[in-house]
């Protein structure tokens, strides 16, 4: 199948999943709790991606959707909540949040070869799973995924429908911090793939970002949602104590199981890459260590 065929593919699968959770959200019943409501939909619309994934023999199909579910969340809160469009809080989320989704999205597109290609991890994890594979690619790579960006946008939720007054600094460093954390991302993307278009068999990147950080992308992707935390704390300071439980579980989904999968396969494809764990951070950016000979 060919790259445009299988854009065509992805983008259909897509459009049904959203038209089943509009139409769920409009003539289903309802729960009386508007982040019930959205959750039960974007389940729904989970379940569709999950159908064209099992019909295709790809899990790669749900890739998209960590970055085109979330704008679409944040604009039916905004618009149910009754916040208002004059909100400066709202807008402001909403520019940082489809900052990211645009980012997310297009750097994903420049890097879909086609449905011929499915992401290693997948194929990986239902091997594994032996007989349980069917639950395994359900559970595992579809819906607790959903679920941890579903927890990850509820201080959204939490910005975009409180109509008391928020910590207003608290705000602005809220957008500050999300904008530079997806600036990061983009500049570590675009480092990323000028080295694969002239890298050399072996040959490890470890310039730019990628010499600070060894996940410089997994640390941005952390930002962005630890500012998304702020901006529900600055708009309900009291709900502080649990609004940034997403931002963890994002970074405990990166440090425990998505950088360590990496890094496996990296030492096992790239003996160099041992020489990079030894002075580059693995995480949190800093100068590399200095290495003795």
């Given amino acids: 199948m060919s790259r445009t065929a299988s854009f065509v593919r992805v983008g259909v699968a897509y459009v049904v999943a959203i038209a089943v959770a509009a139409v769920w959200l409009?003539?289903?019943p309802t729960t009386?709790?508007?982040w019930l409501d959205a959750l039960i939909a974007d389940v729904l619309a989970t379940f569709v991606i999950f159908a064209f994934s099992r019909v295709h023999h790809?899990?790669?199909?749900?890739d998209a959707y960590w970055s085109v579910i979330p704008?679409?969340?944040l604009v039916y809160w905004w618009i149910e909540g009754g916040l208002g469009v004059d909100s400066v809080r709202a807008w402001l989320v909403f520019v940082v949040v489809l900052l990211w989704a645009v980012r997310l999205t297009a750097n994903w597109a420049a890097g879909f070869p086609g449905l011929h290609h499915e992401d290693w991890r997948y194929?990986?994890?239902?091997?594994?799973?032996?007989?349980?594979?069917?639950?395994?690619?359900?559970?595992?790579?579809?819906?607790?995924?959903?679920?941890q960006v579903f927890l990850g946008m509820l201080p959204v939720y939490v910005a975009v429908t409180h109509t008391g007054d928020d910590l207003i600094w608290l705000t602005a460093i809220a957008t500050v911090f999300g904008v530079a954390a997806v600036v990061?991302?983009?500049?570590?993307?675009?480092?990323m793939r000028r080295f694969v278009l002239t890298r050399a068999p072996g040959q490890v990147m470890a310039d730019g970002l990628w010499s600070w950080s060894?996940?410089?992308?997994?640390?941005?992707?952390?930002g962005f949602w630890f500012a998304l935390a702020l901006f529900g704390v600055a708009a309900s300071p009291a709900d502080a104590w649990w609004l940034f439980i997403g931002a963890l579980a994002m970074l405990a989904m990166f440090l425990g199981a998505s950088i360590p999968m990496m890094e496996t396969r990296?030492?096992?494809r790239r003996p160099e890459y041992r020489e990079v764990t030894d002075r580059v951070s693995r995480f949190l950016p800093r100068p590399p260590r200095r290495v003795n000979a």
Wanted: glycine share 8%; aromatic share 14%.
């Fill in 32 to 34: 009386d709790l508007l």
């Fill in 123 to 147: 194929g990986l994890l239902r091997d594994n799973a032996g007989r349980w594979e069917f639950l395994t690619d359900l559970v595992a790579i579809h819906v607790i995924p959903t679920g």
């Fill in 184 to 191: 990061l991302e983009f500049v570590a993307d675009r480092q």
């Fill in 58 to 62: 790809n899990s790669s199909f749900y």
């Fill in 26 to 28: 409009v003539v289903g």
């Fill in 214 to 222: 060894r996940h410089p992308n997994y640390f941005g992707e952390f």
């Fill in 266 to 268: 990296s030492l096992e």
């Fill in 71 to 73: 704008p679409l969340l």
